[in-house]
Nanobody, 124 residues
Framework: QVQLVESGGGLVQAGGSLRLSCAAS????????MGWFRQALGKEREFVAT????????YHADSVKGRFTISRDNAKNTVYLHMNSLKPEDTAVYYC?????????????????WGQGTQVTVSS
């Protein structure tokens, strides 16, 4: 298993930026892909972004493409979500997840470990 701890959420005005971090421990971080998902109040959890084991392959949801960027630092066992041009509809709890496979996926059922989530609130 791997333990994941997210940080970096908070309250920001529309148009602002935040960087979420997810620190991993417990297994070899560089051997698996990572993902970010989010869940708004009263809505289903949705895919945001995913990155492969090396950082060389990424995929972002259409709703965040061009505004959010996923990255990772294997030396620090950390994955990041850089969020720019934030909109009120980005308000949600953001979760990072680990996939025990090297390759990207947008399906939450492909991910085996999840963090506790961090709240992002974007005011208009």
């Amino acid at each position: 298993q791997v333990q994941l701890v997210e940080s970096g959420g908070g309250l920001v005005q529309a148009g602002g930026s935040l960087r979420l971090s997810c620190a991993a421990s417990g297994r070899t971080f560089s051997s698996y892909a990572m993902g970010w998902f989010r869940q708004a109040l009263g809505k289903e959890r949705e895919f945001v972004a995913t990155i492969n084991w090396s950082g060389g392959d990424t995929y972002h949801a259409d709703s965040v493409k061009g505004r959010f960027t996923i990255s990772r630092d294997n030396a620090k066992n950390t994955v990041y979500l850089h969020m720019n041009s934030l909109k009120p509809e980005d308000t949600a709890v953001y979760y990072c997840a680990a996939r025990f496979n090297r390759f990207i996926s947008s399906r939450d059922t492909d991910f085996g470990s999840w963090g506790q989530g961090t709240q992002v609130t974007v005011s208009s």
